[in-house]
């Protein structure tokens, strides 16, 4: 006997009891879909938590901090910061140093028109590199370019609209990104940080303090990254020691005393490991010290432990009416086998073999499950893009409905997939016993019986 | 073809025992006609049953075409059937899901033979039945003669050497079943196929080669007939052309002879004869040489 005539068979079979098959269809229906869109709120979570998270910051990135000052843990200095930058897999260790008495502003133009307050931190100069701060034009910080007059930094990307004109007052005073003229121009910062000297020049604490000027270098700009922080945007990068030796001098002119100046450790470093996966080994090892850290993989690691549990219960209540479902196919393949007795008779008196009188009530009992999944798969997906598009709306009124990211319900390809063999899968399995009750039929008995 | 040694039956119903075969041994040629009478309850559908395999004997052994069935398991009984016994059953069977053509292919379709070959087989099994302009039709639009020659055609169609029957014609009026038993005559000769029939009418048995007369599951005679008569007919008296099926749409093979009386082929010859044949339902042997020399 062909599998063609087999699927005709079993086919005909369901068709011509089509009210029934039809209801036990809508059992697997209800079942596919309640599991399928009951996990896909779950991945929705996931999905949302890393287009959070990923928002927020870089993954591969461990903040370290040491605010407490313990004595029990070690001061976190540059010794230190190499201690924790030999850890396997961290490609870098660097403080973000934000110098705690320098204080002073950025000028530029004729007789210091252009004024800025800008953010300036002090880094290992070869790390920011391998902290990943992209470049729109120059090159990166290099050792050697400590010694010179001028002080080698790094830009934001719009540092330049940082600077206010000091002439006008106002909005003409400002310029900002994206902001055109009347004719729709774009205009332009009023300071080219590439190309107008800049000078970063110190308040003056007392009347007769000195005050010091220096003229910045320009050697790179910084593609503006959110998740590295507002110094990508509008911020100044130095070389660690080069700012520590103007806040040095910033001190002597204004007569700032501090004796432990040299002796203090940094209270945040940042850790670049080299991949997401092993954030949390070495973010355990920088624990070890007894420092406190912060990480996004950390946070994403909490989060997923949360939609973990919750796709659970979900998936779970989803798998009861699943189950309902396949006693209803069960329940239906019994009832067809009563109907059928005779002609179960008749098959094997002509000669059917007893493994196609099987495979043919399995196949009928897969067919059902097979297509409830179908369109259970069907049905989950509408209902997944109802859920998106209203979801927004009816979060407002349900607080209960989960929703982080942009959409409340994702069906990735794999969900569907399984939810298809899933369905199948347990069509076939409550196919079983009614198939070996018709296996068992007496085909005499059968063909007696009027 | 068949022999059958020392083969008995015993149901149990509770503590009562009922014996419905005992220590029955034949033996049957290819090619034979044979028939199975006896009263009510005498053991005949039992006997058919053994000899088909489609229930165990209690004791002693059923071998077909020189294999031992009585020794066989469900599957093998299964690839054996498909492969050597037809059958064709009082209450007709049909699959009521099932076009006439899908009936009459079914056993093929259990044999695998491809769905465009089957149906072309069935389709002139059919033709043969007289039912070529029936072939679409359920058995549920069909009347009784003409869901019997649906699973008259199907017993045939895959050219089985043994067809098993058991009081094929059960369900039909007299003129339906002439019509039939002719069908089953004419196909069991052109195939050369070994069939046995069981009935209660010893009317039906004027064409056998053999009849068995059982009672109380012994076989009461075993007799061989000489010269069976070819064709069968109406008793005396019940001859009326306007009582005959008249689906028949096309003449299996042979053109009719007589214009007058509206039947078909070799009954058509042999009405004129009912006189005789009349005589020998009282003597076969005798009746039927008679009806030989008629002819
Ligand atoms: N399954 C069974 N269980 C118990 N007894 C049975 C069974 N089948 C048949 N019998 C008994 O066996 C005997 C023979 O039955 P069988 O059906 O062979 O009779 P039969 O000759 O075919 O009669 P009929 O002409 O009425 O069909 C009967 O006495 C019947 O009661
Ligand atoms: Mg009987």
Known sequence: MKISDLLSLSFENLRRRKGRTILTIIGVVVGTCSIVVMVSLGIAMNVGFDEMISEWGDLTQIQVYNWTGNTEVPKLDDEMVKTLASIEHVKVATPLYRPQYLNGQLFAGKNDRYQAYAEILGIYPEAAQELEY???????????????????????????????????????????????????????????????????????????????????????????????????????????????????????????????????????????????????QVEKAIKEYGYETYSMSSERENMQEQSRMIQLILGGLGAVSLFVAALSIANTMTMAIYERTREIGVMKVLGCKLGKIRQMFLLEAGMIGFVGGLVGIIVSYLLSFVLNYFGPMLQGAIMMLPMYGSKMSVIPLWLAALGLLFSTAIGVVSGIMPANRAVKISALEAIRHE | MIKVKHLRKVYRTGKEKVRALDDISLELGKGEFCCIVGASGSGKSTLLNQLAGLEKPTRGSVTIDGENISEMNENQLAAFRQKKLGFVFQSYNLLPTMTAL????????????????????????????GLGKRVRHKPTEMSGGQQQRVG????????????????????????????????????????????????????????????????????????????????????????????????????????????????????GQT??????????????????SKGEQGK
């Not at chain 2, 008259?152 to 002439?178: C, M, Q, W, Y």
Request: glycine share 6%; charged share 35%.
């Open chain 1, 134 to 280: 992209q470049l729109v034009s120059g090159k990166y910080l290099t050792e050697a370019s400590t010694s010179g007059k001028k002080l080698p930094v790094l830009v934001g990307q719009y540092t330049g609209y940082s600077f206010t004109d000091t002439k006008k007052r106002g909005d003409s005073a400002y310029r900002w990104q994206g902001q055109t003229d009347a004719r729709g121009n774009p205009l332009d910062p009023f300071v080219d940080v590439e190309k107008d000297k800049i000078y970063f020049k110190t308040y003056k604490n007392e009347e007769n303090d000195e005050q010091l000027s220096y003229e910045l270098d320009v050697v790179g700009v910084m593609l503006e990254d959110y998740k590295k922080g507002y110094i990508t945007s509008q911020g100044v990068l130095m070389d660690l020691d080069l700012i520590k030796k103007l806040e040095k001098e910033y001190m002597r002119a204004n007569g700032i005393k501090d004796a432990n100046y040299d002796k203090q450790g940094y209270s945040e470093i940042y850790v670049k490991v080299d991949d997401v996966d092993n954030v949390e």
């Open chain 2, 102 to 129: 899908e009936n009459v292919a079914l056993p093929l379709m259990f044999k695998g033979v491809p769905r465009k070959k089957r149906e072309k087989l069935a389709k002139e099994q059919l033709k043969k039945m």
């Open chain 2, 152 to 267: 008259i055609a199907r017993a045939f169609v895959g050219k089985p050497a043994v067809i098993f029957a058991d009081e094929p014609t059960g369900n039909l009026d007299s003129h339906t079943t002439v019509q039939v038993m002719n069908a089953i005559l004419e196909l069991i000769r052109e195939y050369q196929i070994t069939f046995v029939m069981v009935t209660h009418e010893r009317d039906l048995a004027v064409c056998a080669d053999r009849i068995i007369t059982l009672r109380d599951g012994k076989v009461l005679r075993d007799e061989r007939i000489e010269h069976p008569q070819k064709a069968y007919i109406l008793p005396e008296g019940e001859q009326d052309s306007d009582l005959d099926d008249h689906s028949w749409d096309e003449e299996p093979d042979k053109k009719k002879t007589d214009t007058t009386v509206e039947l078909i082929g070799q009954i």
């Open chain 2, 271 to 288: 009405v004129h004869r009912a006189k005789t044949v009349q005589e020998s339902q009282n003597n076969p042997n005798e009746g039927n």
